[in-house]
């Protein structure tokens, strides 16, 4: 089945740019997702991208996907102090979502 | 549009008891989704809906969960004779043929 991989933690400056890293083994998944949680609260989607793209670009945010690689990564420009939260990145096609376990990004004034 | 909402939001239960929770969807969503996370996970799916249908059950759905959704609106998972084990933030997330899912804030159980 489908393996997910995130680092686990990542520690930024604020005005600084994150970038989030996720390795997979399935390549036949057909989205690609980055969800946002905060403490005690559901997830927020971010972004997503689909399987025949190599770049999103949405505001501070731009996803890469490199599919020889099986490596997806966000990045967020001028990271601020309320992006401080777990990032989970998860993949699928038509039905359920398999996620990593979460990058927790902490923002340090 | 509201987004998706849950309820309870926390549910404390007594090992053995049976528990329910309740998800509504974002309106003219026609898909449903279950998961389940524990402290330090992502989400492990369980269950999807389309529309009324159940097309796909994880095999972390044991005989003990059982949900439905009986007029494709709201959907319902209860838990019978829970265990310490099934302590862990219940989430629902809806999509419509777009595939983009969006989650609740989910249902946190605690079995005691």
């Known amino acids: 089945g489908e393996d997910v991989e995130q680092s686990l933690f990542l520690s930024v400056r604020e005005g600084d740019s994150s970038v989030i890293n996720c390795t997979y083994t399935?390549?036949?998944?057909?989205?690609l997702y980055w969800y946002k949680q905060e403490p005690g609260a559901g997830l927020q989607l971010l972004t997503y991208i689909f399987s025949n793209m190599d770049m999103k670009q949405d505001q501070r945010l731009t996803v890469l996907l490199n599919k020889k690689d099986k490596h997806l990564s966000l990045r967020i420009a001028d990271t601020q102090t309320g992006d401080s939260a777990i990032y989970f990145c998860g993949l699928g096609s038509q039905g359920n979502l398999i996620f990593g376990k979460g990058t927790k990004l902490s923002v340090k004034p | 549009d509201t987004g998706v909402s849950q309820d309870p939001r926390h549910k404390i239960t007594k090992r053995g008891q049976n528990v329910t929770f309740r998800c509504d969807p974002i309106s003219e969503h026609n898909r449903l989704y279950w998961y389940r996370q524990t402290l330090g996970q992502g989400p492990e799916f369980l269950t999807y809906f389309q529309n009324e249908a159940q097309l796909e059950k994880s095999r972390l759905l044991s005989d003990r969960f059982s949900a439905e959704r009986p007029k494709g609106s709201f959907s319902t998972l209860e838990i019978q004779r829970t265990e310490q084990g099934d302590s862990a933030m219940y989430l629902c997330?809806?999509?419509?043929?777009?595939?983009?899912?969006?989650f609740g804030p989910g249902t946190r159980l605690t079995v005691t």
């Open positions: 997330a809806s999509s419509s043929m777009k595939y983009e899912q969006y």
């Open positions: 399935d390549s036949s998944s057909t989205y």
